[in-house]
């Protein structure tokens, strides 16, 4: 079992940044895959990135380029660098992992992932 808490959500303008955390239990995010996911209001989640346990990284199209996700497997902690972010960003945001093993194909799949957390709101205004 993995506890994950995400923290760093908020309330940013246009063109702003954020930065988002998300730290695992003891059981800790070293052997498993990670990912940023996000709902917007009446829309289906979607990933956002995910990253393998090689480091391996995977961004969504609408991301690309504004976004950068990264691990630290000392801390347990998943991070989302969020750049440029525009009023289509705005959604709740949550961290996931992987039960074990898993492939990069698979980093934006939400069923490729196990344990989630409860989610932190990023809100963009223009």
């Known amino acids: 079992q993995v506890q994950l808490v995400e923290s760093g959500g908020g309330s940013v303008q246009a063109g702003g940044s954020l930065r988002l955390s998300c730290v695992g239990s003891e059981n800790g995010i070293r052997n498993r895959c990670m990912g940023w996911f996000r709902q917007a209001p009446g829309k289906e989640r979607e990933g956002v990135a995910g990253?393998?346990?090689?480091?391996?990284?995977k961004y969504a199209d609408s991301v690309k380029g504004r976004f950068t996700i990264s691990r630290d497997n000392v801390k347990r902690t998943l991070y989302l660098q969020m750049d440029s972010l525009s009023p289509h960003d705005t959604a709740m945001y949550y961290c996931?992992?992987?039960?074990?093993?898993?492939?990069?194909?698979?980093?934006?799949?939400?069923?490729?992932?196990?344990?989630w957390g409860q989610g932190t709101q990023i809100t963009v205004s223009s």
């Open positions: 996931a992992a992987s039960l074990g093993y898993c492939t990069s194909g698979i980093l934006l799949a939400t069923n490729a992932y196990t344990y």
């Open positions: 990253v393998d346990m090689h480091g391996e990284t």
